[in-house]
């Protein structure tokens, strides 16, 4: 059955990997043998390094300066959890491998290697790509707007899905709003006890928030002029 749309334009793994992490809010740091969790310790630069903020006495300060240099000795992972409940909340994990250098106060990382695992699978980031890309200028504020999306306007998302092709509905419990990006709304169709991913594309990026309310605009205009799909009953089949 068909569970998803054509992707028209998405980001590229580059672009999603800094979306990853432009939004994160804490890291997993695995060094030593060990490994720790840190939440709201990190910055990013704008190409893409990391910079932890961590004490003085931090068994990763000294590991950083006893740690040969040039030689990958840690390993960073950010997950990027949906704002709205839904199955299988991770849409993405992003890891990267280098090393600690102390400076300035706190730890600047190097990286060597990065890796971003969708549900697709894994793919390995070229390191230039990824220091020239920008995150997706709605990274920031995209837990906001799903959120608010899934709350408050749930006739919306309703309407929304006379846009999905019918097989992709069959079956459908719930639909929520996964994500979205400069070039797209993405659901998660929900089915009893599977679920898969539609994507509704814009008709060009929305580079803020007042583009993306327009764009949003033009996607519900679509789809009131669109034929209603069967999710409602098939709603109300599995209710009976």
């Known amino acids: 059955m068909g569970d998803s749309q054509t992707w028209t334009v998405a980001p590229s793994a580059a672009e999603r990997a800094r979306s990853v992490l432009a939004a994160a ?35 990763l300060v000294a590991a950083a300066i006893c740690a040969p240099r040039g030689e990958p000795s840690a390993v960073l992972e950010f997950a990027d959890v949906a704002p709205v409940p839904v199955r299988n909340r991770i849409r993405a994990r992003l890891w990267i491998a280098g090393w600690f250098v102390h400076e300035d106060g706190h730890l600047a990382f190097r990286a060597t290697r ?72 993405t659901l998660r169709i929900e089915r009893a006890r599977a679920h898969g991913d539609v994507r509704l594309a814009f008709h060009r990026p929305a580079d803020d928030v007042a583009q993306l309310t327009e764009r949003m605009h033009v996607l519900l ?7 209603p799909r069967a999710l409602q009953r098939q709603r109300a089949d599995g209710d009976g």
Do not use: I, K, M, Y
Request: aromatic share 2%; charged share 25%.
């Open 114 to 185: 990065v890796v971003l695992r969708l549900p697709s699978g894994a793919v390995v980031v070229d390191l230039d790509e990824f220091a020239a890309a920008a995150p997706d200028p709605l990274a920031t504020a995209e837990a906001r707007l799903l959120t608010h999306l899934a709350d408050c306007h749930g006739d919306a998302v309703e309407r929304l899905t006379r846009l999905v092709e019918s097989d992709s509905l069959h079956g459908a419990v719930r639909v929520q709003p996964l994500a979205v990006d400069r070039h797209g709304l």
């Open 25 to 59: 809010w804490s890291c997993a740091v695995t060094a030593e043998g060990g490994r720790e969790e840190f939440v709201g310790a990190h910055t990013v630069t704008e190409d893409g390094r990391v910079l932890l903020h961590v004490p003085e006495d931090s068994t």
């Open 221 to 227: 205009t679509q789809a009131a002029a669109a034929c």
